[in-house]
C-alpha cells in the first residue's frame, strides 16, 4: 500500500480556510485518481472528507438510526467496487450521494418496515418546548436543546411520506441545497422547491394536530368542521 | 388567519405558480423581479399569506434541530477494514470459480454419457430379445421355414408372414 502525500492525507477539517473551492475540487481528483489506481490510503481519506455528509443523507432518508451505520459502510464499499468506472465527468460528491441515495431506497424498499407512530407520543412539556422553539427569533444554542429538538421533530417526521421527510431533513437539518437536491434525487429544481414548500405544509399539520392534544390550548377537543 | 399564527387552522393552500417562489423566499433566495411580484399578490392573497407563515415556522423549527454528528475518525478506518475483507472474500471466490464452472462442465458431460449408454443399452437389449424370441418362435412352429436359405426371416413381422403364407399353401 502506496502512502498519500501528507498534505492529502490531512482531514477537510485541518484543510487551510484559505484553499480555494477550486483547489479543494483539485485536490479530491487527485486523490480519486489516487484510489482508482489502487490508493487504499486516499480512498480512506475521501471516506474521511465525506462520511459526515454521507452520514446526514443517509439518516434523513432511513428512520431506524441503528442502520445508519451499516448503511453508510455499504454505500462505500459500492463506491470502491465501481470507482474504475467512475469519469469524473460530475463531482465525485454528487456520484457518491446519489449512490448513497439509491442505496437506501433499496433498502427502505428491501426492509418494507414502517415503525408505527403514534399521535399522542409526546408529551405535555416537549410539545410546550417545540412551542417555545417556533415561536423564538433564534434557534437554542446548547447542542443538548438542538438534540431534543431533532429527536421531538423526527417523531412528527416519521409520519410523513419518506419523500418529503427526506427532502425537509437534508434541506434544513443537514444542509444541502435545493440544486444540490435536485441533481442527486433525480428532480427538476422546481420540483424539489414545490415539494419542499408542501412537505412543510404537511409537518406544520402534524405539528398543529400535537399542539391541539395538549390540555388547556384553545380549540383542543374541539371537532374540525 | 394572522400570518405565524399556528393556532389557527390551516385550511386555504397556497397558489400552485407561486408554490416555487414562496420556497424561494423562505429560503432567502430570490430575484428582485419575482419578489415585487410576489410580495404584490401576498397582499391580495390570504392562501399564500398564510402557507408562506407556516413554511417559515416550520423552517424554523426544522434549522433548530442538531445536524448529524460525525462519525468520527475511526469510522473511515473501519469501514476500510470491512472493505478490505470483502475485497478479500470476493477474491477468494474468484480463485475458486474456474474450477467451480469445469467441475459442473464435467457433470454435465458425465451425465450426459450416461444417459447415452443407458438408452443404448435398452435399445440394444430389445433387439437381442426381438431375435431370440423369433429363433424360438421359428424351432417350435416352423421349422422348414428356418431350412430354406433364401427366405430367411429377418425380424418377428417377416416370420409371421412366411408363416401365414406356409399354412395358406399347405392348404
Not at chain 1, 124 to 146: K, T
Not at chain 1, 148 to 167: N, S
Not at chain 2, 21 to 39: M, P, Q
Request: net charge negative; aromatic share 6%; proline share 4%.
Amino acid at each position: 500500500m502506496t502512502r498519500v502525500p501528507k498534505n492529502m492525507a490531512a482531514s477537510a477539517s485541518a484543510l487551510p480556510l484559505a484553499l480555494s473551492r477550486r483547489e479543494k475540487g483539485e485536490q479530491e481528483r487527485e486523490l480519486v485518481r489516487l484510489a482508482q489506481s489502487g490508493e487504499e490510503a486516499a480512498f480512506e481519506e475521501l471516506i474521511r472528507r465525506h462520511q459526515q455528509r454521507v452520514f446526514g443523507l443517509v439518516s434523513g432518508i432511513l428512520r431506524r438510526r441503528e442502520d445508519v451505520e451499516d448503511v453508510v459502510q455499504q454505500v462505500f464499499l459500492k463506491v470502491f467496487l465501481s470507482l474504475k468506472k467512475f469519469d469524473q465527468r460530475s463531482a465525485f460528491s454528487t456520484w457518491l450521494y446519489k449512490i448513497s441515495v439509491n442505496e437506501c431506497w433499496d433498502y427502505l424498499r428491501k426492509k418494507k418496515v414502517r415503525p408505527l407512530t403514534y399521535e399522542a407520543d409526546m408529551s405535555e412539556e416537549q410539545v410546550s418546548r417545540l412551542d417555545g422553539v417556533a415561536s423564538a427569533v433564534s434557534p437554542p444554542e446548547s447542542p443538548n436543546r438542538r438534540a431534543e429538538v431533532r429527536d421531538l421533530l423526527e417523531r412528527m417526521l416519521e409520519t410523513l411520506p419518506d419523500q418529503d421527510r427526506a427532502l425537509l431533513v437534508l434541506k434544513e437539518m443537514e444542509g444541502f441545497s435545493v440544486e444540490e437536491l435536485a441533481v442527486i434525487l433525480d428532480l427538476n429544481v422546481n420540483t424539489v422547491k414545490v415539494r419542499l414548500f408542501r412537505s412543510r405544509a404537511k409537518l406544520m399539520d402534524v405539528y398543529r394536530r400535537r399542539l391541539k392534544t395538549k390540555p388547556g390550548f384553545p380549540g383542543a377537543g374541539e371537532t374540525k368542521t | 388567519m394572522n400570518p405565524g399564527d399556528l393556532n389557527a387552522e390551516y385550511r386555504t393552500p397556497a397558489c400552485s405558480q407561486y408554490e416555487a417562489a414562496l420556497e424561494d423566499y423562505v429560503n432567502g433566495e430570490f430575484a428582485d423581479r419575482e419578489t415585487a411580484k410576489l410580495k404584490e399578490h401576498l397582499q391580495t392573497c390570504s392562501g399564500c399569506t398564510d402557507a408562506l407563515a407556516e413554511a417559515q415556522v416550520a423552517a424554523r423549527l426544522l434549522r433548530a434541530a442538531e445536524p448529524t454528528v460525525d462519525p468520527g475518525a475511526g469510522f473511515a478506518r473501519v469501514t476500510m477494514a470491512r472493505i478490505r475483507a470483502e475485497m478479500e472474500t470476493l477474491e477468494e471466490k474468484s480463485i475458486w470459480r474456474p474450477f467451480v464452472s469445469l467441475a459442473w462442465k464435467l457433470s454435465a458431460t458425465a451425465a450426459l454419457a450416461l444417459v447415452l449408454l443407458v438408452t443404448f443399452d435398452v435399445k440394444h437389449r430389445d433387439n437381442r430379445l426381438d431375435q431370440d424370441e423369433l429363433a424360438i418362435m421359428a424351432a417350435n412352429e416352423a421349422p422348414e421355414l428356418l431350412s430354406d436359405e433364401g427366405r430367411q426371416p429377418s425380424n418377428r413381422d417377416e416370420m409371421l408372414i412366411l408363416m401365414a403364407e406356409e399354412g395358406h399353401a399347405k392348404h
